[in-house]
Structures are given as structure tokens and as C-alpha cells.
């Protein structure tokens, strides 16, 4: 069953009660700092809230498994846009314990799709058109090893002014308690 009149009906009060002018913030964010997470469902508040951060403090990127897997995909052409036209000057890459993206099996994922419709035809198209399925759908074996090469990848990017600092942490989802586990101030 869609959510859709639920959130429309909940809306429709929101918006007429003005709850929305508690924020209220501009596109620019105020610790002048770009996130990229994971969209697990336990840090929507949690990771916010463990970084002291409030509505317009930072820009927040969130995917599957916090992963920055391309130099030129979309993560992080959001991180560029961040820094080159919304003022941010630093980044972080915070993945967590736990995560979903930890020793997950594309074979699995491509099994459940079938089971949900997609036709063993359009799969084994994608691997003939040179879509390597198995690669896309991967995820990591260690989160301290995914987020020291995302922040790899983040740091080295030739277009990332080298003013430029990127850290790396990994926050537990439970407590909210942030590891360290590479820092900026410790690349120069």
C-alpha cells in the first residue's frame, strides 16, 4: 500500500500550520561542510545529531554504503558542486558499523530481481552491453577499508582544490560514537 495520501494529507497541515519556518536555512551550508553517508535508516537522525549538526550546517550525501566508487559518477559530482558552488570546504566520508553494503552478494540481488519480474533477457543484455552487474552491485568486506578508499578517491580527484580537507570516519549506528579513522591534518 502506497504512503502517498498519508504523506500528502500530512503535508497539507505542515505547510498551513507553517511548520516549515523552523528550517528555514539557505542553500549554502553554515558549517561550510559536505557529508556523504549511507542512507541507512538508523543515521537519518542519529548521525546529525552525534556531529552537533542542524538543519543547513551541512550538505548531506547519502547512498548505499557511504561508497564513493568513481572518480567522475555522480557522489562526486555532488561533492564538486558542494565545494565549487555552495561553499563547502570540507568534506567527510562516514560509513558505518553494521552496514547493509557489508559482504552483500550481487548474485543474491540479481536472483531477488528476477523473483520480482526483471526478465533473465534484460540481465543478460546488461552483461553484453558491457554492464558488469556483478561489479555494480558489490559492496565491501571491511567499512574501514571502504571509507579510506572513498576518501581516496575524494582527495586525489583532479579537480578537488587541494585547499580542499577530507576525513574519513565511521560512525556505530547504535550509540552515534564517531571513529576516526583518517584525517586531513594528518595527510600533510
Not at 67 to 94: C, H, K
Not at 139 to 147: E, H, L, P, T
Amino acid at each position: 500500500m502506497s504512503k502517498l495520501n498519508e504523506i500528502l494529507s500530512f503535508n497539507k497541515s505542515f505547510v498551513s500550520e507553517r511548520e516549515y519556518e523552523k528550517y528555514a536555512t539557505s542553500k549554502f551550508p553554515n558549517k561550510r561542510m559536505v557529508i556523504v553517508t549511507c542512507m541507512d535508516t538508523r543515521l537519518t537522525e542519529m548521525l546529525p545529531k552525534a556531529m552537533n549538526l542542524k538543519n543547513g550546517d551541512a550538505k548531506i550525501i547519502k547512498n548505499a554504503g557511504a561508497i564513493v566508487t568513481q572518480p567522475f559518477g555522480n557522489i562526486m559530482r555532488s561533492i564538486l558542486v558542494a565545494v565549487y558552488e555552495l561553499q563547502a570546504d570540507e568534506v567527510f566520508v562516514i560509513g558505518h558499523h553494521n552496514c547493509g553494503m557489508t559482504g552483500i552478494n550481487p548474485e543474491i540481488i540479481v536472483e531477488h530481481m528476477e523473483e520480482r519480474g526483471v526478465s533473465s533477457d534484460t540481465i543478460t543484455t546488461l552483461k553484453h552491453s558491457g554492464v558488469n552487474l556483478m561489479r555494480w552491485l558489490t559492496g565491501f568486506d571491511n567499512v574501514r577499508d571502504s571509507v579510506l578508499q572513498s576518501v581516496s578517491i575524494v582527495r586525489n580527484h583532479p579537480l578537488l582544490p587541494k585547499n580542499i580537507v577530507v576525513h574519513g570516519l565511521i560512525i556505530d549506528p547504535e550509540t552515534g560514537e564517531l571513529e576516526l579513522v583518517d584525517s586531513a591534518e594528518t595527510q600533510a
